[in-house]
């Protein structure tokens, strides 16, 4: 069967194809915040610390990176990611001149996307929950973004109104990493300290 619009793509996607981060939901003390690189806290880089879980019995330990010659066995495969982050921060304008920045966070089928609306402030941004289904953002160059629905993490709740991530379409002049490339910026925290 054919399908005519994002919107039925929407409707008729697995909940199993949209991430679930409801569980990831916890706080985290400062203390353990990275909140400069490890050479400006006074570390060497294999001193940072290196979590090691075990499937098989769900122990944890922690330790620091460079005892991670000692957790690995023959065969065992490392990943080693040595990408780049994307400049997954840009800035928009609502309707009523409210300038705010959007945050890309997943890319799902049917090139939606999972964003979240954040208020611009001077070290970082804070949660955003005013926004409408059917909002169209105004982005650098002509861009837009509109909100399409609440993402919600249970599919089965009822949506309650406040809503920090949604599912969003993005319209955009070039290809998204050029796009990105010009117009966005990296996603700031509030605990790393800016340079």
């Avoid at 982050?85 to 997943?106: C, F, K, W, Y």
Wanted: proline content about 7%; aromatic content about 8%; charged content about 20%.
């Amino acid at each position: 069967m054919a399908v005519s619009s994002k919107n039925e793509v929407l409707h008729r996607l697995p909940t199993s194809a949209i991430p679930n981060f409801g569980g990831l939901d916890y706080s985290l003390p400062p203390e353990l915040e990275a909140s400069a690189p490890p050479e400006a806290r006074g570390l060497a880089r294999d001193e940072v610390r290196l979590m090691i879980s075990y499937r098989a019995d769900n122990r944890v330990v922690h330790r620091q990176f460079r005892d991670l010659p000692r957790f690995l066995d023959a065969g065992d495969v490392v990943v080693i990611n040595t990408s780049g982050t994307m400049n997954a921060a840009i800035p928009a304008l609502r309707a009523d001149g409210t300038q705010v920045e959007l945050h890309l966070s997943t890319h799902l089928p049917a090139d939606l996307w999972i964003v979240e609306l954040r208020l611009p402030s001077d070290n970082a941004t804070s949660a955003f929950y005013d926004a409408s289904a059917g909002e169209i953002l105004t982005l650098p160059c002509g861009a837009t973004a509109t909100l399409l629905t609440p993402y919600l993490t249970d599919r089965n709740v009822a949506h309650s109104g406040s809503t920090r991530l949604w599912i969003a379409t993005l319209d955009l002049p070039y290809a998204l990493n050029e796009y990105l490339e010009r117009h966005g910026y990296p996603i700031r925290y509030s605990y790393v300290k800016q340079g």
